[in-house]
T-cell receptor, first 114, second 114 residues
Framework: GNSVTQMEGPVTLSEEAFLTINCTYTATGYPSLFWYVQYPGEGLQLLLK?????DKGSNKGFEATYRKETTSFHLEKGSVQVSDSAVYFC?????????????FGTGTRLQVTL | NAGVTQTPKFRILKIGQSMTLQCTQD?????MYWYRQDPGMGLKLIYYSVGAGITDKGEVPNGYNVSRSTTEDFPLRLELAAPSQTSVYFC?????????????FGQGTRLTVV
């Protein structure tokens, strides 16, 4: 079946540090890949996405590249801010039945300190 | 612009009780989904709907029922609550069923069954 594996958290970084959150996937077919972010007290919201191999998604200084050869979609940011503290979910989407469905990783909590 | 709204935000149920988790969206999206998130786990799909009057089972449907009488509303019904249903529940909506379509999430309902 389809699955997403992302690095365990929590990840604690100082402000302006470099961030990498690893994500690998297993899928039958050609999925789209997503990073969703959940800020405290809020629902999940889309951070970025990539729909085919070698695509790079980017938003708010975050980037991730769809690597088919390594089945990975690692999230990176060059300089994190305290406001980036949140839980980050990697997910893939494939059509199954009558709709596309998201398969999520377990989430990685990021804590950024001054 | 409300997006996806879930009520209640928190609820404690006794074993054997029933309740309905409400979800409504104002984006006129046809596709709606219910997920549950257990501690340390990714989100699991419970049920989904591709339009009014059409629902289908997801990965973990046992113990739940849904209905979709309007485009806006997609309530999730728990009958005979069990401790295993203690979880955080998220409702989501998307415009289409394609794999690259963004899902919009509600803030979640934290349910405890004691």
């Amino acid at each position: 079946g389809n699955s997403v594996t992302q690095m365990e958290g929590p990840v604690t970084l100082s402000e302006e540090a470099f961030l990498t959150i690893n994500c690998t996937y297993t899928a039958t077919g050609y999925p789209s890949l997503f990073w969703y972010v959940q800020y405290p007290g809020e629902g999940l919201q889309l951070l970025l996405k990539a729909t085919k191999a070698d695509d790079k998604g980017s938003n708010k200084g975050f980037e991730a590249t769809y690597r088919k050869e390594t089945t990975s979609f690692h999230l990176e940011k060059g300089s994190v801010q305290v406001s980036d503290s949140a839980v980050y979910f990697c997910a893939l989407s494939l059509v199954g039945g009558t709709a596309s469905k998201l398969t999520f990783g377990t989430g990685t909590r990021l804590q950024v300190t001054l | 612009n409300a997006g996806v709204t879930q009520t209640p935000k928190f609820r404690i149920l006794k074993i054997g009780q029933s309740m309905t988790l409400q979800c409504t969206q104002d984006m006129n999206h046809n596709y709606m989904y219910w997920y549950r998130q257990d501690p340390g786990m990714g989100l699991k799909l419970i049920y989904y709907s591709v339009g009014a009057g059409i629902t289908d089972k997801g990965e973990v449907p046992n113990g739940y029922n849904v209905s979709r009488s309007t485009t806006e509303d997609f309530p999730l019904r728990l009958e005979l609550a069990a401790p295993s249903q203690t979880s955080v529940y998220f409702c989501a909506a998307s415009e289409g069923g394609a794999v690259n379509t963004e899902a919009f999430f509600g803030q979640g309902t934290r349910l405890t069954v004691v």
